[in-house]
C-alpha cells in the first residue's frame, strides 16, 4: 500500500520550483498561480531571499504549488491507496486526490494564509518547539499556565509544539525545562499557529470552503483533526475548518496508515521533513522523495 505525504509550512527554499517550471505542465500551472493570486509568485520562488519566502502570504501558496504540479508531474506513478497533509499540506493532498481543483485549492489556500496573517496582526502569539518530553506531560503543564498555550503538532514521539501567547508559551518553555525537557526552542514563525488565536480567521475560512466544490477525493485523506481516513466531502471542509485552531495529530495519521498497511511512504513536496519525522513514528517503515525525471 503506498501513503503519500504533501509537507506544510518549513519546507520552502529559494529557488524552488525551477525544474518543475521547465516542464509544459509546470509552466502552465505556475501562469495559472500568477493569476489567481493576482501576483507573481513564481518570481519570489525563483529568485526571493529565504526572508521573502517566509511571508506566510507567500509560504503557503509556494509549497501548495509545488507539491501539486510535482503530484501531476509523476503523471501514471502517482496512485496513491492514501494520503495525509500537514497542515497547510492537506490542501495540497485534497487537490492531488481531485477533490477540488487546482485553482480552487490555490483560491483557498490564498485565503487561509491572508486570514492566518490578519489574525496574528490582532493578537500576536508565538510558537515552540519541546523536545523529549512525553505529549502528556506537555498537555498538563500547558493546563497549569495562565494565557493560552496549547499543543499544536505532534510531529513525533518527543517532539511536540506548543502555539499561543508570547508570555504564555515562554512561561511554558521554563516549566517544561524545569519538569524534564531536552531541549524549548522559540520558532521564527509569524503567529501562534493551530491555536485559539486563530479563531478570527475560522468565519473567513469557513465561507471559502463552504462556496467550494469538493468531490470525494480517488483514496482516503488522513485528516489532522481526527486523524482518521475520510472521502466524505462534508466531513473533509468541517475538518479543514477546524484545523485552523485545533492540532495536527500527525503521530497518530502515521501510526493509522501503517495499520492500515501503509508500506511506503512518499513525500510530494519540497524538503524531507516529513520523511524523517515518518522514521522517528515508525522506524522500520521505508520512506522516499518523489522524483520526475
Given amino acids: 500500500m503506498k501513503a503519500y505525504l504533501f509537507p506544510g509550512q518549513g519546507s520552502q527554499f529559494p529557488g524552488m520550483g525551477k525544474e518543475l517550471y521547465s516542464t509544459i505542465e509546470g509552466n502552465k500551472l505556475f501562469k495559472k498561480a500568477n493569476e489567481v493570486l493576482d501576483f507573481d509568485i513564481?518570481?519570489?520562488?525563483?529568485?526571493?531571499?529565504?526572508?521573502?519566502?517566509?511571508?506566510?502570504?507567500?509560504?503557503?501558496?509556494?509549497?501548495?504549488?509545488?507539491?501539486?504540479?510535482?503530484?501531476?508531474?509523476?503523471?501514471?506513478?502517482?496512485?496513491?491507496?492514501?494520503?495525509?497533509?500537514?497542515?497547510?499540506?492537506?490542501?495540497?493532498?485534497l487537490t492531488a486526490t481531485g477533490s477540488i481543483s487546482f485553482e480552487d485549492g490555490l483560491r483557498l489556500v490564498k485565503i487561509r494564509a491572508e486570514a492566518m496573517r490578519n489574525a496574528c496582526d490582532l493578537k500576536s502569539g508565538t510558537m515552540a518547539a519541546?523536545?523529549?518530553?512525553?505529549?502528556?506531560?506537555?498537555?498538563?503543564?500547558?493546563?497549569?499556565?495562565?494565557?493560552?498555550?496549547?499543543?499544536?503538532?505532534?510531529?513525533c514521539p518527543g517532539?511536540?509544539?506548543i502555539s499561543g501567547e508570547q508570555e504564555a508559551v515562554e512561561k511554558?518553555?521554563?516549566?517544561?525545562?524545569?519538569?524534564?525537557?531536552?531541549?524549548?526552542?522559540?520558532?521564527?514563525?509569524?503567529?501562534?499557529?493551530?491555536?485559539?488565536?486563530?479563531?478570527?480567521?475560522?468565519?473567513?475560512?469557513?465561507?471559502?470552503?463552504?462556496?467550494?466544490?469538493?468531490?470525494?477525493?480517488?483514496?482516503?485523506?488522513y485528516q489532522n483533526v481526527s486523524s482518521q481516513p475520510v472521502k466524505?466531502?462534508?466531513?473533509?471542509?468541517?475538518?479543514?475548518?477546524?484545523?485552523?485552531?485545533?492540532?495536527?495529530?500527525?503521530?497518530s495519521i502515521i501510526k493509522n496508515m501503517r495499520l492500515d498497511s501503509a508500506k511506503i511512504f512518499t513525500e510530494i513536496g519540497p524538503g524531507k521533513v516529513l520523511q524523517g519525522l515518518c522514521k522517528k513514528i515508525e522506524p522500520n517503515c521505508l520512506t522516499q522523495s518523489a522524483t520526475i525525471i
Fill in 42 to 93: 513564481s518570481k519570489i520562488m525563483f529568485d526571493g531571499s529565504k526572508e521573502d519566502l517566509k511571508q506566510t502570504n507567500v509560504t503557503q501558496p509556494a509549497i501548495f504549488i509545488y507539491s501539486v504540479i510535482l503530484s501531476k508531474l509523476l503523471g501514471v506513478s502517482f496512485i496513491p491507496d492514501m494520503v495525509a497533509g500537514h497542515s497547510l499540506g492537506e490542501f495540497s493532498a
Fill in 159 to 161: 517532539q511536540i509544539v
Fill in 172 to 221: 511554558a518553555c521554563e516549566l517544561l525545562k524545569n519538569q524534564g525537557a531536552k531541549r524549548t526552542i522559540i520558532l521564527p514563525v509569524g503567529g501562534a499557529f493551530h491555536s485559539p488565536l486563530m479563531e478570527p480567521a475560522r468565519d473567513i475560512l469557513a465561507k471559502a470552503i463552504d462556496g467550494t466544490k469538493f468531490t470525494p477525493p480517488l483514496c482516503p485523506i
Fill in 130 to 155: 519541546v523536545l523529549g518530553m512525553d505529549d502528556k506531560l506537555v498537555e498538563n503543564i500547558c493546563l497549569e499556565i495562565s494565557g493560552i498555550v496549547v499543543p499544536a503538532n505532534y510531529n
Fill in 232 to 251: 466524505d466531502p462534508k466531513i473533509i471542509k468541517s475538518n479543514l475548518v477546524s484545523q485552523l485552531t485545533a492540532p495536527v495529530k500527525w503521530t
